[in-house]
């Protein structure tokens, strides 16, 4: 069974840092899409980053580039977001996703989303 558990969400003042963890099982990271979305009180999902394992490319969304970083340990099958800089407009619940098979772009991955999804983790950056 494919599953993702994302953690390393909390309370941070503005200009903090915080590392996001998400652990798959029941699948490998390797050659998959991998991304991190979140989603704010009252407004829409919103894709932050993506990474493909079997070139390891990356991609972010705007508002966060510069700031976070995505990452990927193969042999502890897990996906890391290194948020720095936070703003309180980061505040969201942050998701981690996995398309088994990468077929689509990353800019359609960050738009429509992935076939699996974890549970969010909340981030709240106070001001």
């Known amino acids: 069974e494919v599953q993702l558990q994302a953690s390393g969400g909390g309370l941070v003042q503005a200009g903090g840092s915080l590392r996001l963890s998400c652990a798959a099982s029941?699948?490998?990271?390797?050659?998959?899409?991998i991304g991190w979305f979140r989603q704010a009180p009252g407004k829409e999902r919103e894709g932050v980053s993506c990474l493909t394992s079997s070139d390891g490319r990356t991609s972010y969304a705007d508002s966060v580039k510069g700031r976070f970083t995505i990452s990927s340990d193969i042999a502890k099958n897990t996906v890391y977001l290194q948020m720095n800089s936070l703003r309180p407009e980061d505040t969201a619940v942050y998701y981690c996703a996995a398309d088994l098979v990468e077929t689509k772009s990353h800019t359609w991955y960050l738009q429509h989303g992935m076939d699996y999804w974890g549970k969010g983790t909340l981030v709240t950056v106070s001001s």
């Open positions: 029941g699948f490998t990271l390797d050659h998959r899409a």
